[in-house]
């Protein structure tokens, strides 16, 4: 397991969405908290960076970092990485009956970019890319692409939050770029997707296809193109997270994508 890749990609995935993804992320000496003004749920609001050697550190620390969570009216969330060392091996420990693990998240990179033109999509359909800044209809094609109703989805319960935070946008100055594209079929919209990017990684998002357009190879044919996107700006690598246990996570495998490791979100039960 390469450590210091899961930290570099951990501060891509964090900083190349500050002002989107995450409003902000302090760092104090023992722990980390990422949030979202406005998006609550946990993915987008949680404790990390943790360091601590023993079950006796690690509660003290949560105490202190759950009340700053609570300040700003978040519920305690905790996401672990392999970095982590001693609580990520032994997290039957640290996370007992007091917390629920409620996301397996699997981190996946694709690198072998002189492969590309033997990724098999087996779409029969002229899938196209069309990059836009219409941030009100992305967003509206966004929600249709999501709240599918379907139990397969891993996020089908979307938060209609989102929308509203999709719609009114703003590109924030730092050293990341980021691309919004609509995928079309005879310039009708079937699914969306993102890409954010730096001079080394390019970082897949919210890739989404709508209902009666999937098993189709649409899905498969967006990240191939998007791959294709990563090769031609001579970037090192192509990321992306999804939740183990759920199809995208064994389709991105069959494109040639490797996994990096599990981030594990836990939350606390209520008493």
């Known amino acids: 397991m390469d450590i210091e890749l899961i930290k570099k990609l951990n501060y891509f995935n964090i900083h190349a969405n500050l002002g989107f993804q995450f409003d902000g992320i302090d760092k104090f000496e023992k722990y980390s908290i990422a949030y979202h003004n406005k998006i609550k749920d946990y993915w987008y609001n949680f404790i990390t960076d ?7 550190e690690f509660d003290k620390i949560i105490l202190e970092a759950s009340s700053k969570m609570k300040e700003k009216h978040r519920a305690v969330a905790i996401a672990i990485l392999p970095y982590m060392e001693e609580i990520y091996s032994h997290r039957e420990i640290f996370f007992d009956n007091s917390h629920e693990l409620v996301s397996n998240e699997v981190w996946q990179i694709f690198d072998n970019f002189e492969e590309i033109d033997n990724v098999n999509t087996n779409c029969s359909l002229n899938v196209k890319l069309e990059k836009t800044t219409d941030m009100k209809l992305y967003s509206e094609e966004m929600i249709k692409a999501y709240q599918t109703g379907d139990e397969d989805d891993p996020y089908g ?36 997707t993102s890409g954010v990017y730096d001079n080394e990684i390019y970082g897949i998002y919210g890739l989404a296809v709508k209902k009666d357009f999937r098993r189709k190879g649409i899905g498969k044919e967006i990240i191939k193109q ?28 069959k494109l040639g994508f490797k996994d990096v490791c599990i981030e594990y979100y836990y939350i606390k039960r209520e008493v």
């Open 157 to 192: 319960d979307l938060d209609s939050v989102y929308k509203e935070i999709y719609k009114n946008y703003k590109k924030q100055e730092n050293e990341y770029t980021d691309e919004f594209y609509f995928a079309k079929v005879n310039n009708e919209i079937v699914g969306i």
């Open 50 to 56: 943790i360091k601590a050697n023993n079950k006796e």
């Open 226 to 253: 998007q791959l294709q996107m990563c090769k031609d700006k001579k970037l090192k690598l192509a990321f992306l997270q999804t939740e183990e246990g759920y199809y995208p996570a064994d389709t991105y495998r």
